[in-house]
């Protein structure tokens, strides 16, 4: 059953709704004039209806492909589609790959110190050079050139780039509005 639209809201209310438009906002579905008008509206709403009006066209829970474009191939397969998940499978990958890896040369760091300091082995420098190696291996398993791995470097860059930039917006929206 729907909510009555003329029902008061409160304050939990409209930062529940301030909080929604911001996590849209640093997604990317609405741009900086739409985010101050709507975010302007959601903190002088007076109704349940009025906060529901400013998520109309907004999804309820952002699909990861949402604003991919649909390219079909000559098999009819929705080609965007398909390089949009496989990217996103590849970035995947390489989250294990970064973690597999840090613990690889944080191992090899405590082994080092072990034989060296612990143990003075006088070629511990070794493990480094095994470790170097492991890395490449470790990496060739997973499927990944260095290419790519460089390339998903720069895109985790330039996204987390771009939704720290509209988030810094988001809290400076909110401090504003808290001012009202």
Do not use: C
């Amino acid at each position: 059953m729907q909510d009555n639209p003329e029902i008061r809201v409160g304050h939990a209310d409209r930062n529940a709704a301030l909080e929604r438009l911001g996590s849209h906002f640093a997604d990317g579905y609405l741009d900086l004039g739409e985010f101050e008008d709507r975010t302007a509206r959601a903190a002088n709403a007076r109704t349940r209806g009025e906060l529901d009006s400013l998520f109309d066209d907004l999804p309820a829970a952002p699909p990861e492909t949402a604003n991919a474009p649909v390219l079909r191939g000559n098999d009819g397969v929705d080609t965007r589609q398909a390089e949009v998940i496989e990217v996103e499978q590849k970035l995947v990958r390489k989250k294990r790959i970064d973690m597999i890896i840090g613990g690889l040369w944080g191992v090899t760091v405590g082994v080092f110190l072990m034989l060296g300091v612990v143990f003075d082995v006088e070629f511990a420098w070794i493990v480094f050079p095994i470790a170097g190696v492991l890395n490449v291996i470790l990496a060739n398993a997973y499927g990944m050139s260095g290419d790519e791995i460089r390339a998903l470097n720069d895109l985790e860059r330039e996204q987390g780039q771009q939704r720290a930039e509209r988030m810094r917006i988001v809290i400076e929206r909110r401090k504003e509005l808290g001012g009202q």
